[in-house]
Antibody
Framework: QIQLVQSGAEVKKPGASVKVSCKAS????????ISWVRQAPGQGLEWMGW????????NYAQKLQGRLTMSTDTSTSTAYMELRSLRSDDTAVYYC???????????????WGQGTLVTVSS | QSVLTQPPSVSGAPGQRVTISCTGS?????????VHWYQHLPGTAPKLLIY???NRPSGVPDRFSGSKSGTSASLAITGLQADDEADYYC????????????FGGGTKLTVL
């Protein structure tokens, strides 16, 4: 069965960086993209960015550009999300999701990871 | 402020029907892009409920249905059950700087 398994919870100080992993199984990793979505406490879902596993192309939400890097390792079917210069308002649950192979394909995010809580606190 | 607008909350008694609206604009739903719906229970992964405006993934009961018209879409839930209580989000593609993918602000469904 298709699964996305994320790394465990993190606690970081303001100004630090965090890198969350998302290991995929049950499908051909290279034929889809991966998106990352976060949910801050009491808030809704916020799309952060997308990466093509096939060619590494990325598309990041404008507000996170400059602090966000997404990458993949096809040898281990793992996607990574790194957020730098962390602030208190980055405290959230971060989800990876299987996404279309291109931003121009209108298919949904059909499988999701279990979420990773990132807490930013001094 | 989300690009797609949903009511913050809706409620209904067991067995009743409720609808959740999702209002967009000419850069997303009104441009013809598909709308997808997700169910999110706190502490769990969001679950795809409706894709391509009206389609249900395998395993989703036919009590859940979606529709789209103009710049809006709707999710209808009939025969409300206690375990339908969750947050519901719409999602679409957006051709402006907000995108390419955008979510609604989410709607909390309370089963009375």
């Amino acid at each position: 069965q298709i699964q996305l398994v994320q790394s465990g919870a993190e606690v970081k100080k303001p100004g630090a960086s965090v890198k969350v992993s998302c290991k995929a199984s049950g499908y051909t990793f290279i034929t889809y993209g991966i998106s990352w979505v976060r949910q801050a406490p009491g808030q809704g879902l916020e799309w952060m960015g997308w990466i093509s596993v096939n060619n590494g192309n990325t598309n990041y939400a404008q507000k996170l550009q400059g602090r966000l890097t997404m990458s993949t390792d096809t040898s281990t079917s793992t996607a990574y999300m790194e957020l730098r210069s962390l602030r208190s308002d980055d405290t959230a649950v971060y989800y990876c999701a299987r996404a279309p192979p291109s931003p121009f394909v209108g298919t949904p995010f059909d499988y999701w990871g279990q979420g990773t809580l990132v807490t930013v606190s001094s | 402020q989300s690009v797609l607008t949903q009511p913050p909350s809706v409620s209904g008694a067991p067995g009743q029907r409720v609808t959740i609206s999702c209002t967009g604009s000419s850069s997303n739903i009104g441009a013809g892009y598909d709308v997808h719906w997700y169910q999110h229970l706190p502490g769990t992964a969001p679950k795809l409920l409706i894709y391509g405006n009206t389609n249900r993934p395998s395993g989703v009961p036919d009590r859940f249905s979606g529709s789209k018209s103009g710049t809006s879409a709707s999710l209808a839930i009939t025969g409300l059950q206690a375990d339908d209580e969750a947050d519901y989000y719409c999602q679409s593609y957006d051709g402006s700087l907000s995108g390419p993918w955008v979510f609604g602000g989410g709607t909390k469904l309370t089963v009375l």
